[in-house]
C-alpha cells in the first residue's frame, strides 16, 4: 500500500566542499542561534572568536588568556580544512578570526554611535562586506583534494588550549 522510498542521506556538512558561506558566518557572529551538532565547525569558531573579540574588550586585563584561545582556535580551524598553508595572504583560521573582529567592531560602532550615518560605521560595515567576499573567494581556492570527511570539534581544542581537537568519525587528519 504505502512506498517505501530510498530517501538518500543528507550531505555531510562537514565537507569542506561545503564550507560555511558568509551569511553563516556573519550570523554566527553576531550570536544568531546556539551550537547545535549538526553545525559545521567553522560556524562553532565562528560563534566563539567574535565572542573572544567581545570579551577581548571587555576584560583587558585577561587579552593574554583571550589571545591564546584565539590562537588555538585559529590553529583549530586550519587544522579541521587541513589548510594550515595559507590561501592567498592568509589561513583559512586567521582569515575568520580577522572577520569576526570586523564585525563584532561594526556592531560595536552601529550601536554606540550616536549617528549611523557616521563615516567610521559606514567604513566598519564596508570593510566586514569586503571581508565576507575575500571568504568566498577564500574558500573558493580550497580544493576538493584537500576535503575531509570528518568531524572536527573546535570546542575540544579550545578548552585543551592547543589546536588539537577531537576527531568523531572514524577518519581522522589527513
Given at each position: 500500500?504505502?512506498?517505501?522510498?530510498?530517501r538518500p542521506a543528507p550531505a555531510d556538512p562537514y565537507r569542506r566542499a561545503q564550507l560555511p558561506d558568509w551569511h553563516q558566518l556573519v550570523a554566527a557572529f553576531g550570536g544568531h542561534?546556539?551550537?547545535?551538532?549538526?553545525?559545521?565547525p567553522v560556524v562553532?569558531?565562528?560563534?566563539?572568536l567574535a565572542q573572544l573579540h567581545r570579551d577581548r574588550r571587555e576584560l583587558p586585563h585577561r587579552r593574554a588568556e583571550i589571545d591564546s584561545r584565539r590562537a588555538a582556535l585559529i590553529a583549530a580551524v586550519n587544522h579541521c580544512t587541513h589548510s594550515?598553508?595559507?590561501?592567498g595572504p592568509e589561513s583559512p583560521g586567521a582569515f575568520l578570526d580577522r572577520m569576526a573582529a570586523a564585525q563584532v567592531y561594526a556592531n560595536l560602532l552601529l550601536h554606540t554611535t550616536t549617528d549611523i550615518s557616521d563615516q567610521r560605521v559606514h567604513d566598519a560595515w564596508h570593510r566586514l562586506a569586503a571581508l565576507a567576499d575575500g571568504w568566498t573567494d577564500l574558500i573558493a581556492g580550497i580544493t576538493d583534494d584537500e576535503i575531509s570527511g570528518a568531524r572536527y570539534d573546535v570546542?575540544?581544542?579550545v578548552r585543551r588550549?592547543?589546536?588539537?581537537?577531537?576527531?568523531?568519525?572514524?577518519?581522522?587528519p589527513a
Open positions: 500500500m504505502f512506498r517505501h522510498e530510498h542561534g546556539r551550537d547545535r551538532p549538526e553545525d559545521h562553532r569558531a565562528a560563534r566563539m594550515d598553508r595559507a590561501v570546542g575540544v581544542a588550549g592547543s589546536g588539537q581537537g577531537r576527531w568523531t568519525s572514524e577518519k581522522g
